[in-house]
Structure formats: C-alpha cells, structure tokens
C-alpha cells in the first residue's frame, strides 16, 4: 500500500509517498481503508519536531475516516464494512492516517452514518470535537444563550458556529469580510470583521443584553483582554490556543466585577475521545452539521497540504481524500 511517511523531522520536504505493507491490528485496534483524512497544523508540529519526537519513520495525520477493513481480537462493537471517522489527538496521540490503510485504536473512532460525506468526516475530528468539547463540554452553552466564536472561518471556528445553532444559541463570530455571507448560511445571526474600530462596541451591540453568555477563543493572546469586555456576568470563557504562550491579562478588574469563568482546554486532555465524536456524528447525520472542505488534496500532494494549512487563508478544512 502507499503511505506518506517523514524519515527524519523538517520541513514540508521530509514528507515521501513510500509503497509499504498493509499494517495488521492489535487486539483492541481496527484497521481502516482509508477515504479522507484532515489536514491540521498539529500535523505539521510533529512532522518538524515541534511537538514530543516520534519513532522514525512515520506516517503523519490524526483525523481520519473510512470503512473497517480489519478487527482486532477484542475489539467490540465494529464489523468489517462498518463506516467510521474519529481522530488519534489526544493522550498518546495516534497518527498515520495519510495512507490507504491505517490502524486506530478502537477508542478513536465511532461510526458514523451513511448519509455522512467521509470526507467531511475524515476533516470532522480535531476542529468538530474541539469545538463540541469547548462549547458543550466546558461552556455549556444552553438555548438562547450568547456565544461569541472568535475566527468563525477557521476549522474550528465554522463547526462551532453550527454547533452553537444546533443547540439552539445566538451566534455573533468574527471573520474577514469575504467569509461573512457563508457564515451567515452555516448559521450565524451576526458576523463582524475582527479588524474592525471598537470591535468589542459591536459585540456588545449584537448580544441581546449586556454581553455575552460564552466566548470561544482560539487566539488568547489576541483577545484575553476583550472576552472579559464583551462577557455579561457570569459568562464562561474557553480558551482553546494562542500565537504568544505569555499574553498577559490586565482585565482582572472587568472580568472579577462580572464573575467572568475562564477556562482553557486541550484536546490532548479528553478523557474518552468517542463522547464528543459521537456528538459530532449525530448532528452529521442529521445535517446540522457540515465541514467546509475548502480543497481536497492526493497523498502524493501532502507537502502542499501542510503548506496551505499553515499559510492559507480559507473558509473551512483541507482535506487529502483517496
């Protein structure tokens, strides 16, 4: 079978198409032919050694989706032919999933139906299960409640979007003006350019009392000071990440007058994976749900994948598709 592999940590150049054997799974792994699989900066992280180095060689690539192909000797609960997506991020993160076929532990997947596009799937797992973990998780944002989503075009940005419409919320997010229009379609009520004069005016503005009732931050160093701003009393902040890991906070007084909760999340923390996949599943399958794939890669164009999800801009996910 063909697998993008790195032989050794770098840049986007270490990545080859490798003909290698068809793995087999453990006990409590499946072995999945591969349709899709997410294209995510974490990707990039582990391919150049940012992140905690790995075995060498290595096949990169966390989110996938597919059908069961092989069941390990344990495994309960999956058949050959069954359609699955899910993500390795997490505690011991797996990857692998820039191949034709790859081996996931079993608590890295669900099913999802067969109305769902795989390739959205195979995109769906880091940006929808962040955003359901952030949201439901942490937040939990409840109907007719607030929710500002900072960066609504990003991956997690536009699933969060409609995640907060699903449940029923009022959703104000960020974007360039060139998102504003599909964003609206996936569910927002206002959308506002984050380059805009007294953004935080405007964000007060559109909620319907005296702030927010949630805020979704995936850039706190940008914005740590304006969540607290924008909050009503009592609102919940959920950080998700940040460019500078010191931002600083001198909203100390705005944030304790108002009772304001922050709370800052990883994906690699989440206790069991297979609660916000399946969440995600269900609103796929129901149609609440989409992931925008902005462009659909082969493996043998995985190099220019990482580049465009780091340097890019676009409205959604990238996505290598087999």
């Known amino acids: 079978m063909q697998a993008v592999r790195l032989h050794e940590h770098g840049g986007r150049d270490v990545l080859q198409v490798d003909e290698v054997e068809r793995p087999s799974p453990g006990g409590h792994e499946l072995l999945v032919e591969v349709a899709a699989a997410g294209v995510n900066p ?24 597919g059908e069961v192909a092989g069941v390990g000797e344990f495994v309960e609960g999956f058949e050959v032919g069954d359609r699955v997506f899910g993500t390795g991020i997490g505690n011991n993160t797996h990857q692998g999933a820039y191949a034709e076929y790859a081996v996931v532990p079993e608590d890295r997947l669900v099913a999802v139906s067969d109305g769902v596009d795989l390739a959205e799937a195979g995109a ?27 960066g609504g075009s990003g991956g997690v940005g536009h699933a969060a ?17 060139e998102y504003h229009d599909a964003l609206a379609e996936l569910g927002a009520g ?29 850039r706190l160093d940008d914005y740590l000071q304006l969540d607290a701003e924008v909050a009503t009393t009592g609102g919940r902040v959920v950080g998700i990440g940040e460019n ?3 931002p ?27 609660v916000p996949l399946r969440g995600v599943a269900h609103l796929m399958s129901t149609g609440d749900l989409s992931i925008e794939l902005a462009r659909r890669y ?11 999800v780091m340097a890019d801009s676009f ?5 290598i598709e087999l």
């Open 190 to 218: 206002t959308v506002l350019d984050y380059g805009r004069e007294n953004l935080d005016e405007a964000i007060v503005e559109a909620a319907t009392g005296d702030g927010v009732d949630v805020v979704l931050d995936h």
């Open 315 to 319: 409205l959604g996910k990238l996505v």
């Open 298 to 308: 082969g493996l043998d164009e995985a190099a220019e994948a990482q580049r465009a």
């Open 161 to 177: 979007v409609q995640i907060a419409d699903a449940v029923s919320a009022r959703t104000i997010t960020t974007a360039a003006p």
């Open 42 to 65: 974490v990707d990039t992280y582990f391919r150049d050694g940012s992140y905690p180095p790995v075995e060498l060689p290595f096949s990169p690539g966390v989110d996938v989706a």
């Open 124 to 150: 769906a797992g880091v940006v929808a299960g962040t955003a359901w973990r952030a949201l439901v998780d942490h937040a939990a944002l409840d109907a007719a409640e607030d929710a500002l989503i900072h």
């Open 248 to 274: 600083g906070f001198s909203a100390v007084g705005a944030a304790r007058s108002k009772d304001v909760s922050y709370q800052f999340m990883s994906m690699f923390n989440t206790p069991d994976l297979r």
């Open 244 to 246: 500078d890991p010191s």
